[in-house]
């Protein structure tokens, strides 16, 4: 037995030699393999980061006279999203409404970016709940509240009673209720 293994060191050794050369060749491809994927994942990033700049400063057809870009549509959404998740369809366009009808109102800033940032104006934005995944209703809701959908007929505030602590907002009149939120003018 040893006498045959002697006689087929050389070829036992080259073996071994052989298989060790494979392991390392399998690992420095799969790492090569993963450097080019990582690259190719940032080239992809980059791309769509610039590609949703130029996308966000396309203009967007509503059936109001109002004319918005794909940037007021995102951010509206968000402010849904963060302010009326888990409401029902109308109530969150009923939120786009209102941020729509403070930009057309005097006391309020001009621009839905600026309604949206006036600070303290919505929980979301302090709380940083507009940052959180969109829904895709958040998006329909601030696609018809831009095309000019209103079910609070102009209210320019809204609130939810059992999370509210400004006293303030509850001198406004209600309007209407829908879902958990009072809208007000």
Same mark, same amino acid.
Request: aromatic share 6%.
């Given at each position: 037995m040893t006498k045959t293994i002697k006689k087929n060191l050389l070829l036992i050794l080259l073996l071994l030699i052989g298989f060790c050369l494979s392991i390392f060749t399998a690992k420095f491809l799969y790492e090569m393999k993963k450097n080019q994927d990582i690259l190719i994942e940032k080239k992809l990033e980059k791309l769509l980061l610039d590609?949703?700049? &130029?996308?966000?400063?396309?203009?967007?057809q509503t059936q109001g006279s109002t004319s918005y870009q794909n940037k007021d549509l995102y951010l509206l959404a968000r402010a849904i999203n963060? &302010?009326?998740?888990? &409401?029902?369809?109308?109530?969150q366009v009923a939120v786009g409404a209102v941020i729509i009808n403070r930009t057309k109102h005097p006391g309020f800033p001009k621009t839905i970016s600026g309604v949206i940032y006036q600070p303290g104006a919505f929980?979301?934005?302090t709380d940083g709940?507009?940052?959180?995944?969109?829904e895709a209703s958040a998006y329909k809701a601030?696609?018809?509240?831009?095309?000019?959908?209103?079910p609070t007929n102009g209210c320019i505030y809204y609130y939810n009673p059992a999370k509210t602590t400004n006293k303030w907002i509850w001198s406004r009149k209600v309007m209407l209720v829908i879902g958990k939120h009072r809208f007000a003018k």
């Open positions: 590609a949703d700049k &130029e996308v966000m400063n396309d203009s967007i963060g &302010e009326a998740r888990g &409401e029902p369809y109308i109530g929980t979301a934005v709940q507009i940052n959180t995944n969109i601030a696609k018809d509240a831009l095309n000019g959908w209103d």
